[in-house]
């Protein structure tokens, strides 16, 4: 019997602020990915100066969303849904475990299990994105600060570079007036990881994203529970009771 010809139960799995959260960070993550390849295309572009500040400026208000979106989430794994909560969404624990072994044995079996939430392969992407997006937010934050002396770090960042107290409200992005050389020197060793560690988080978070959307699309196609569609509507449909149905 097919699945169009089977009786399909809707389970109701992910609540509202799950799904706010997911788009809300894709649109933010598109629009930081966005800005960011331009900024570190400015040179070949012919951006100026100005233009550089603003893009970069725009980039940390799109990051603060992105910040306090993933900020909520990760609060709201502690207190929201059963299936919102990190012992249903990370790779750990006695339960994750049971899956997993339901997982290979379903497959082992050419008989596929049902999960109503992230199925334990799944997991392992999500736990990967959170840790991404995460080191993404935490060193954008401090990389704001330093660049272009924006909260929650870029006062304490100007006091630590003007030459002294009277010099601090001078200091701006790109400009050298009101700075002790030697001390914004330090300041760009401090620096240095978080603009590493970001740099190279893009790329990977980039990559993660394209196999996130791969295994996603696979998933839909094979099992046709409306994985997509779940985001917007909250429910995914089942012939078969999911194993994680309680």
């Known amino acids: 019997m097919s699945m ?13 602020t799950v799904r706010i959260f997911h788009w809300l960070n894709v649109l933010c993550v ?3 990915i966005a800005i960011g390849t331009v900024i570190l295309n400015a040179k070949g572009l012919g951006v100026s100066t100005d233009g550089k500040i603003a893009l970069k400026t725009i980039h940390v208000y799109v990051g603060y969303v992105f910040a ?4 909520w989430r990760i609060l709201w794994g502690f207190v929201g849904s059963r299936f919102s909560r990190w012992k249903m969404v990370l790779p750990f624990g006695r339960e994750y475990r049971t899956q997993l072994k339901a997982h290979f044995a379903g497959a082992k079996a050419n008989k596929p299990v049902g999960f109503l939430g992230h199925n334990p392969i799944a997991r392992l992407m999500v736990a990967l994105l959170f840790l991404l997006l995460s080191l993404q ?7 704001a600060g330093t660049d272009v002396y924006m ?3 870029g006062n304490t960042f100007k006091e630590m570079i003007a030459t002294d107290a009277s010099t601090v409200e001078l200091v701006k992005p790109y400009s050298k007036e009101g700075v002790d050389d030697t001390a914004y020197k330090e300041m760009r060793d401090v620096r240095k990881p978080f603009i590493t560690l970001h740099y190279y988080v893009f790329y990977i978070l980039l990559a993660a994203v394209i196999l996130h959307l791969l295994g996603v699309l696979f998933s839909e196609i094979r099992e ?4 997509v ?9 089942f012939a078969e009771k999911p194993f994680d149905v309680e």
Not at 4 to 16: C, Q, S
């Open 4 to 16: 169009a010809t089977e009786k399909l139960t809707a389970y109701p799995v992910w609540d509202r």
């Open 30 to 32: 598109l629009a930081l």
């Open 68 to 71: 306090i979106n993933l900020a």
């Open 137 to 143: 937010a935490i060193t954008g934050l401090v990389l």
């Open 151 to 153: 909260p929650p770090f």
């Open 224 to 227: 046709r529970n409306g994985l």
């Open 229 to 237: 569609s779940a985001m917007i509507t909250g429910k995914k449909v």
